[in-house]
């Protein structure tokens, strides 16, 4: 814990601002697989510290893309490592923190008849629909892929027929949304557009609310895919953004990420 705790210290170092900037809204760019946890944290910052937090969820690789063209920004949380550091490589940004970590796994249509040990069988038969996200502009996306390029050591040839028949639903630039407050992969099941969808496991409270049919299923062992989430602070951000940061990777932004169902990595140890 001490590590990561010492590396958000570091995120803070060297900011100014001007007492005018002091009180505007810190700008927080997010996954959006982290809307719920996140809009929860920011509540709960806002509400210790008196500091506004103006957020903009939305697939990381697209938030990333808006970042880097110039786009106001100053805590940057993605679902994934990769975005942030090329931030950072860019010289945009500081260090990158690993703050959360999440897990793939296929939610189902309720008369889809799957369990882990089918599920290989069940993505590659031609007559389902499978739902990713869209690689590079969403981790999700690159993430199932991920678990494509795993499926080719238990059958091969399954890594190309997966790619080829995948429906890249969401976090595209040109994806259709959900209706306001509704789960996308949830609706895109619930719609017929995916029979399959690989999504992140955090997904499974809101789609149980929303569609009480649909149901996860975990991901055998050799095609589970684990997902690293890094926070990065834009140069030049103010003083009130290294706090959001450091509420976030703090004991109470954690355990809030936690009950939202990520692994938290620097809640301490039970006993420890």
């Given at each position: 814990m001490r590590g990561s705790l010492i590396v958000g210290l570091v995120l803070m170092a060297g900011f100014a601002t001007s007492p005018a900037r002091a009180q505007e809204p810190v700008l927080l760019h997010a996954a959006g697989s982290l809307r719920a946890a996140l809009t929860e944290v920011t509540q709960a910052f806002t509400a210790q510290s008196g500091l506004a937090v103006k957020p903009a969820f939305g697939?990381?690789?697209?938030?990333?893309?808006?970042?880097?063209?110039?786009?106001?920004?100053?805590?940057?949380?993605?679902?994934?490592?990769?975005?942030?550091?090329?931030?950072?490589?860019?010289?945009?940004?500081?260090?990158?923190?690993?703050?959360?970590?999440?897990?793939?796994?296929?939610?189902?249509?309720?008369?889809?008849?799957?369990?882990?040990?089918?599920?290989?069988?069940?993505?590659?038969?031609?007559?389902?629909?499978?739902?990713?996200s869209t690689p590079r502009a969403d981790?999700?996306?690159?993430?199932?892929?991920?678990v494509f390029a795993r499926a080719e050591a238990v059958k091969p040839g399954a890594r190309a027929a997966l790619e080829a028949k995948a429906l890249q639903l969401t976090g595209g630039p040109g994806s259709a949304p959900a209706p306001d407050g509704l789960n996308v992969y949830g609706h895109n099941l619930a719609s017929g557009a995916a029979d399959l969808f690989l999504a992140y496991c955090t997904n499974a409270a809101p789609i149980a609310k929303e569609q009480p049919g649909i149901r996860l299923v975990r991901l055998p062992p050799e095609l589970t895919v684990g997902a690293e989430y890094g926070l990065t602070m834009m140069n030049g951000a103010s003083p009130n953004a290294g706090r959001l940061a450091m509420f976030i990777l703090a004991q109470e932004g954690q355990a809030i990420l936690a009950r939202h169902g990520f692994a938290a990595p620097t809640l301490p140890r039970e006993g420890g």
């Amino acid at each position: 814990m001490r590590g990561s705790l010492i590396v958000g210290l570091v995120l803070m170092a060297g900011f100014a601002t001007s007492p005018a900037r002091a009180q505007e809204p810190v700008l927080l760019h997010a996954a959006g697989s982290l809307r719920a946890a996140l809009t929860e944290v920011t509540q709960a910052f806002t509400a210790q510290s008196g500091l506004a937090v103006k957020p903009a969820f939305g697939a990381s690789g697209l938030l990333k893309d808006r970042i880097a063209k110039g786009e106001a920004a100053e805590v940057f949380a993605s679902a994934d490592l990769g975005n942030p550091r090329a931030l950072a490589k860019e010289g945009r940004s500081g260090p990158v923190v690993l703050f959360a970590r999440n897990e793939l796994c296929a939610f189902v249509r309720p008369e889809v008849a799957v369990t882990p040990e089918t599920l290989l069988e069940r993505m590659l038969d031609a007559n389902l629909k499978l739902g990713t996200s869209t690689p590079r502009a969403d981790p999700s996306g690159d993430y199932a892929f991920q678990v494509f390029a795993r499926a080719e050591a238990v059958k091969p040839g399954a890594r190309a027929a997966l790619e080829a028949k995948a429906l890249q639903l969401t976090g595209g630039p040109g994806s259709a949304p959900a209706p306001d407050g509704l789960n996308v992969y949830g609706h895109n099941l619930a719609s017929g557009a995916a029979d399959l969808f690989l999504a992140y496991c955090t997904n499974a409270a809101p789609i149980a609310k929303e569609q009480p049919g649909i149901r996860l299923v975990r991901l055998p062992p050799e095609l589970t895919v684990g997902a690293e989430y890094g926070l990065t602070m834009m140069n030049g951000a103010s003083p009130n953004a290294g706090r959001l940061a450091m509420f976030i990777l703090a004991q109470e932004g954690q355990a809030i990420l936690a009950r939202h169902g990520f692994a938290a990595p620097t809640l301490p140890r039970e006993g420890g």
